[in-house]
């Protein structure tokens, strides 16, 4: 493995096997870390063999998304052990993400001064100027400012300027979907948040995202089909704990209160910070 990660001038390296009998298929797949040895991660899909097509279609999207949200972790874990002031943009980066998915408003607000760092050092980095942009209608979103209307005009030019350096972005147009979302420009959102999927088909978050977004604008079996593939497709996201109140969210603009104070409540179970979930309650 350390060789393989040398020559292709890799870190880590996706291994696996395929091995057949009868109508069955059973597919092993392991992440290995090419400088250490370690495996980060292993797993044994068995399946039927129907339609081939569609079975490698599965287990590829499968493993995708499995395997990315260990990546970060992974890297997280190796930036931490890294000086501060060594860092590069993309490893500021790195270090926003757990700070950010703590989901409070000290962390968020830590996690944003190393965006602007980031910033800094790349200023023509599109991913750090999307995020950047998301953190604040987060912070607005979830009550963590005195004033939410003052994070909107930090939002919008941060996300704009996201897309100016890289319309290929997913995060770029996830975080406008954002800001639509908080200005109630239901269409746009949907729109931006299908963008961000075409771009990367296993962003769980986008659609949790679209979820939240058809369920404001009264589509509820839309909303459930797309919560229901942000958890399918990334079972290990950190953001799937909020999932049960985003559901809540299509049930209430149903009138549907009582199961939408349910789900609520499961999410409170989970996660007793998230204002949005207890705002159904109230």
Same mark, same amino acid.
């Given at each position: 493995?350390?060789?393989?990660?040398? =020559?292709?001038?890799?870190?880590?390296?996706?291994?696996?096997?395929?091995?057949?009998?009868?109508?069955?298929? *059973?597919? +092993?797949?392991?992440?290995?870390?090419? #400088?250490?040895? $370690?495996?980060?991660?292993? =797993?044994?899909?068995?399946?039927?063999?129907?339609?081939?097509?569609?079975?490698?279609?599965?287990?590829?999207?499968?493993?995708?998304?499995?395997?990315?949200?260990?990546?970060?972790?992974?890297? @997280?874990?190796?930036?931490?052990?890294?000086?501060?002031?060594?860092? =590069?943009?993309?490893?500021?980066?790195?270090?926003?993400?757990?700070?950010?998915?703590?989901? $409070?408003? &000290?962390?968020?607000?830590?996690?944003?001064?190393?965006?602007? *760092?980031?910033?800094? %050092?790349?200023? &023509?980095?599109?991913?750090?100027?999307?995020?950047?942009?998301?953190?604040?209608?987060?912070?607005?979103?979830?009550?963590?400012?005195? &004033?939410?209307? +003052?994070?909107?005009?930090?939002?919008?030019?941060?996300? *704009?300027?996201?897309?100016?350096?890289? $319309?290929?972005?997913?995060?770029?147009? #996830?975080?406008?979907?954002?800001?639509?979302?908080?200005?109630?420009?239901?269409?746009? +959102?949907?729109? =931006?948040?299908?963008?961000?999927?075409?771009?990367?088909? @296993?962003?769980?978050?986008?659609?949790?995202?679209?979820?939240?977004?058809?369920?404001?604008?009264?589509?509820?079996?839309?909303?459930?089909?797309?919560?229901?593939?942000?958890?399918?497709?990334?079972?290990?996201?950190?953001? @799937?704990?909020?999932?049960?109140?985003?559901?809540?969210?299509?049930?209430?603009?149903?009138?549907?209160?009582?199961?939408?104070?349910?789900?609520?409540?499961? +999410?409170?179970?989970? %996660?007793?910070?998230?204002?949005?979930?207890?705002?159904?309650?109230?």
């Amino acid at each position: 493995m350390k060789q393989i990660g040398a =020559e292709l001038g890799v870190r880590y390296v996706l291994e696996g096997s395929v091995r057949k009998a009868g109508n069955r298929v *059973r597919v +092993t797949g392991q992440l290995i870390d090419a #400088l250490t040895g $370690n495996h980060l991660w292993a =797993e044994r899909y068995d399946r039927e063999i129907s339609d081939v097509f569609a079975l490698q279609d599965e287990i590829t999207e499968t493993v995708t998304a499995t395997i990315a949200p260990l990546l970060l972790v992974a890297e @997280n874990e190796r930036v931490k052990r890294k000086p501060p002031d060594s860092m =590069e943009a993309w490893e500021l980066v790195m270090r926003f993400q757990p700070l950010f998915w703590r989901m $409070n408003a &000290d962390d968020l607000a830590e996690a944003q001064k190393l965006l602007h *760092r980031a910033i800094e %050092r790349d200023p &023509d980095y599109a991913l750090a100027h999307a995020l950047l942009g998301y953190s604040h209608i987060w912070s607005a979103w979830m009550g963590w400012v005195a &004033d939410a209307e +003052t994070e909107i005009p930090k939002a919008d030019p941060a996300v *704009r300027r996201a897309l100016e350096l890289d $319309n290929q972005e997913p995060w770029a147009h #996830l975080s406008m979907c954002a800001v639509h979302g908080y200005a109630r420009r239901h269409d746009e +959102t949907i729109r =931006e948040a299908r963008r961000a999927l075409e771009l990367n088909p @296993n962003f769980s978050f986008a659609y949790a995202w679209q979820a939240a977004m058809f369920g404001y604008a009264g589509k509820l079996e839309e909303a459930d089909l797309a919560a229901d593939q942000a958890y399918r497709i990334s079972p290990k996201d950190p953001f @799937n704990s909020m999932l049960h109140g985003i559901r809540s969210i299509g049930l209430f603009t149903a009138g549907r209160d009582a199961e939408a104070m349910e789900f609520a409540e499961e +999410t409170l179970r989970v %996660r007793p910070d998230w204002v949005g979930a207890g705002a159904f309650i109230w």
